[in-house]
């Protein structure tokens, strides 16, 4: 190809891009790079076999959908792992109140539903991950001004400091956690698990209570109707 054919096609996948990127915060060029390499192939890599040689439907039955979903739950289990060995010498505990924290870190304050809504846990759970951090002293509570019937929660400086202390070893289990991947391959895994991410976190906010047929349905509708691209 040249100059000219490149950019030409460079053009078309932008507007591509725009069209598919459903967000509410205008997106970066890390984001466009991530979709492109998403959109090219990369060279097969070895992999293992779950499957035994019993039952052969069971594995004929077996969709790439269903075999995406598998192996994030094994990667959320391999990275748990590796937050376990992180966390060992810390007065934080668990992944959980990590995350509960490093939010806090970026906001003066938050109520207790919008902490736990933004960290995707039921309400009894996400409850329990603030009871432990408050009795621990790294995060405090208190009255909210503009509505008495919620609590604000706020992160205490003890809780900033666990979090500096603890920020390097994250990023090490980062740097685990991606493992084999080329710089490319990065790229665009963090775009795709950030667009899944958009996607379910609406279903968790507004349509927990749908069954999966009609989860099904919903996501089948929002893919036949054209999004309105930001440029």
Excluded: C
């Amino acid at each position: 190809m040249n100059k000219k054919e490149i950019l030409h096609a460079l053009v078309e996948q932008l507007f591509d891009f725009d069209s598919q990127f459903k967000g509410d915060n205008e997106y970066t060029m890390a984001d466009f790079v991530g979709y492109l390499n998403a959109n090219h192939g990369s060279q097969p890599s070895k992999h293992r076999n779950l499957a035994g040689k019993e039952e052969e439907w069971v594995k004929k039955n077996q969709d790439e959908n269903t075999e995406i979903a598998t192996m994030l739950v094994f990667i959320y289990r391999y990275a748990a792992i590796y937050f376990k060995k992180a966390l060992r010498e810390s007065n934080i505990h668990t992944l959980d109140e990590f995350s509960f924290l490093i939010v806090l870190m970026t906001y003066t304050s938050l109520t207790k539903t919008e902490l736990i809504n933004k960290l995707i846990m039921e309400k009894t759970s996400g409850v329990e991950v603030i009871k432990r951090l408050h009795k621990r002293g790294l995060i405090e509570e208190f009255n909210n001004p503009n509505d008495k019937r919620s609590i604000l929660v706020a992160i205490t400086v003890q809780g900033k400091n666990e979090v500096a202390e603890l920020l390097p070893r994250m990023g090490l289990v980062g740097s685990v956690v991606v493992g084999n991947l080329s710089q490319a391959e990065i790229s665009s895994l963090s775009f795709l698990l950030r667009k899944l991410d958009y996607h379910h976190h609406d279903i968790f906010l507004n349509h927990k209570n749908l069954n999966l047929e009609e989860l099904k349905y919903m996501s089948d509708l929002n893919e036949k109707t054209p999004s309105m691209g930001k440029l």
